[in-house]
T-cell receptor, first 115, second 112 residues
């Protein structure tokens, strides 16, 4: 079946650094990708929706300059957490879908820990 | 706005017990409804879905029926196994890009 790969699966870095997370669709062309954030023991909160070749649409309350999203190709979207701080520590999950009738497929998530 | 409410956990059951996890939703229009399962340290896996009223989704012994009159999509399984221990998320999807809204998740612990 369709597979979405996220990399890295776990990253630990110092406060103030920027971290890039990749989301790839391995066997289909993802016209739309989604980025979610999950706090411990809580649900997934949609951060932004990105369509290939256009700017991402951010949900209310999500800082565009903090969470940079690029969807430059039909198989790759990246989320960059800029100048990360401990409060940005979370589990980030991406999902991807092809055509409108196709379901979303979720990646395995990236655990980000900022020291 | 669109939202999903599901029962709080954790739910602790003995093996072979009957499982029900309640889920209700609020949505404008006609959403599709989903149940996802998340095992520790992993992403989400689609468990089952229903795209219109009265549809029943089923997979691996789990099932849920899309009830428009009660705006519900309760998850059931007749006999749970230890391997079913995980967090279960109810979700709805709406709009052209299928934006998802998730419930808060219900942790299920099944004891042998």
């Amino acid at each position: 079946g369709a597979v979405v790969s996220q990399h890295p699966s776990w990253v630990i870095c110092k406060s103030g650094t920027s971290v890039k997370i990749e989301c790839r669709s391995l066997d289909f062309q993802a016209t739309t990708m989604f980025w979610y954030r999950q706090f411990p023991k809580q649900s997934l909160m949609l951060m932004a929706t990105s369509n290939e070749g256009s700017k991402a649409t951010y949900e209310q309350g999500v800082e565009k300059d903090k969470f940079l999203i690029n969807h430059a190709s039909l198989t790759l979207s990246t989320l960059t957490v800029t100048s990360a701080h401990p409060e940005d520590s979370s589990f980030y999950i991406c999902s991807a879908k092809g055509t409108a009738s196709q379901p979303q497929h979720f990646g395995d998530g990236t655990r980000l820990s900022i020291l | 706005g669109d939202s999903v409410t599901q029962m709080e956990g954790p739910v602790t059951l003995s093996e072979e017990a009957f499982l029900t996890i309640n889920c209700t939703y609020t949505a404008t229009g006609y959403p599709s409804l989903f149940w996802y399962v998340q095992y520790p340290g992993e992403g989400l896996q689609l468990l089952l879905k229903a795209t219109k009223a009265d549809d029943k989704g089923s997979n691996k012994g789990f099932e849920a029926t899309y009830r428009k009159e009660t705006t519900s999509f309760h998850l059931e399984k007749g006999s749970v196994q230890v391997s079913d221990s995980a967090v279960y998320f109810c979700a709805l999807s709406t709009g052209n890009f299928n934006k998802f809204y998730f419930g808060s998740g219900t942790k299920l612990n099944v004891k042998p």
